[in-house]
């Protein structure tokens, strides 16, 4: 049972224009979100995060958006980088551990 | 400063072998953790070490195992290795005892391991 979902393995955005990834949860009793990138042959760095108590965070070109009621939370990248190519992964705090999603591949566009 | 290593970067294995997976943290940290990543798959929880003792385990067979050193390096061991234990074992380390919100994982490149 999959409790973080991302449900696009892959998303291809023209350089300069806007990417938004998308990430489902399940479980309403997660408070903390964070987003991690990842590169190939490199392990995943921590990109932005998110508290329940808030709706955005923003951190430069990266804004985080969580919508509780339906158990949503999107990042915003704008505008697309070719540097921005990797996989994105969220993550929800859980009893001392993170529970991940499958990532997303995001292929930026010259 | 550096980061957190892993080694080997690669290992083969074959079925019922056992596999070592190494893992020193960035220095000052205390705690470490051991993840999976099966192809397709987000990161799989394994084991979380602070100060030398574990911490909390995810949901996997008691064949996987490790342990923390003094120094709070670490060491991962799969027993018995199966066909479907080959992933990428990404190893991360945090500062402080307890896994604090607003904490951030600092990870290693990984250690590729195929069983054969």
């Known amino acids: 049972d999959q409790q973080v979902k991302q449900n696009s393995p892959s998303l291809s955005v023209q350089e300069g224009r806007i990417s938004i990834l998308n990430c489902d949860y399940t479980?309403?009793?997660?408070?903390?979100f964070l987003w991690y990138k990842k590169y190939p042959a490199e392990g995943p760095t921590f990109l932005i995060s998110?508290?329940?108590i808030k709706d955005k965070n923003e951190d430069g070109r990266f804004t985080v958006f969580l919508n509780k009621s339906a158990k949503h939370l999107s990042l915003h990248i704008v505008p697309s980088q070719p540097g921005d190519s990797a996989v994105y992964f969220c993550?929800?705090?859980?009893?001392?551990?993170?529970?991940w999603g499958a990532g997303t591949k995001l292929i930026i566009k010259p | 400063e550096a980061g957190v290593t892993q080694s080997p970067t690669h290992l083969i294995k074959t079925r019922g072998q056992q596999a070592t997976l190494r893992c020193s943290p960035i220095?000052?940290?205390?705690?470490v953790y051991w993840y999976q990543q099966a192809l397709g798959l987000g990161l799989q929880f394994l084991l979380w070490?602070?100060?030398?003792?574990?911490?909390n385990r995810g949901n996997f067979p008691p064949r996987f195992s490790g342990r923390q050193f003094p120094n709070y390096s670490s060491e991962l061991n799969v027993n018995a290795l199966e066909l479907e234990d080959s992933a990428l074992y990404l190893c991360?380390?945090?500062?402080?005892?307890?896994?604090?919100?607003?904490?951030?994982?600092?990870f290693g490149s990984g250690t590729q391991l195929s069983v054969l």
């Open positions: 991360a380390s945090s500062p402080g005892q307890l896994f604090i919100l607003n904490e951030k994982l600092f």
């Open positions: 220095s000052g940290h205390t705690s």
């Open positions: 070490y602070d100060e030398g003792e574990e911490r």
């Open positions: 479980n309403s009793m997660f408070d903390y």
């Open positions: 998110i508290s329940s």
């Open positions: 993550a929800a705090d859980s009893n001392y551990q993170l529970i």
